[in-house]
């Protein structure tokens, strides 16, 4: 293969993993933004110094470590941001997992259209390693939060579908 080819499917490898990326994102999902859940929490308003008061706000007491204090003054300050930093984290998990579940077979899509339908060497490799990527990113965003017999079975799953392309790539060549 010639470096320009080399050149042109890397950037079709680029390009075609931002076109799966981003038009999961624009077409079906967006990230839970932090705004959305805690944006509307303001602490400018607030003077809280109990573990009483910081609940009756909404928050959470998280006392300090350290020197122990007298115990007419509690020790530790209020995290407003306690429950809706919660629900945010649920809601990315949610997510990246959903996330997840979109980004598998839209990469395998792209692998077996760069495998398939394109002779042009430099097309079907580039629109292939786009397919990589896409499964890349997905799994990236939630291998975190996936238990290790999940990323067991996932990556004896993508394992086979990969050898299993690859045998017929090489029929079809012969």
């Known amino acids: 293969m010639q470096i320009k080819n080399i050149i042109i499917g890397l950037a079709i490898m680029i390009l075609s993993s931002f076109v799966a990326i981003y038009g999961i994102q624009t077409?079906?999902?967006?990230?839970?933004?932090?705004?959305?859940?805690?944006?509307?929490?303001?602490?400018?308003?607030?003077?809280?110094?109990?573990?009483?008061?910081c609940e009756t706000a909404?928050?959470?007491?998280?006392?300090?470590?350290?020197?122990?204090?007298?115990k007419t003054t509690p020790s530790g300050y209020c995290d407003l941001y306690y429950q809706c930093n919660k629900e945010l984290e649920n809601a990315q998990k949610t997510f990246s997992k959903t996330l997840f579940l979109i980004t598998v077979p839209v990469g395998i899509i792209l692998i077996l259209i760069g495998a398939a339908l394109f002779a042009l060497e430099s097309v079907g490799a580039g629109i292939m390693l786009g397919g990589v990527i896409t499964l890349i990113y997905g799994a990236a965003n939630y291998w975190?939060?996936?238990?290790?017999a999940f990323r067991f079975i996932i990556s004896l799953i993508g394992l086979a579908i990969v050898i299993a392309i690859a045998y017929w790539l090489n029929k079809r060549k012969r």
């Open 27 to 53: 077409f079906y999902m967006e990230a839970p933004d932090w705004n959305t859940y805690c944006g509307n929490i303001s602490t400018s308003s607030y003077n809280i110094n109990t573990p009483a008061e």
């Open 58 to 70: 909404g928050g959470k007491w998280n006392p300090t470590y350290g020197e122990m204090p007298a």
């Open 144 to 148: 975190p939060n996936a238990g290790s």
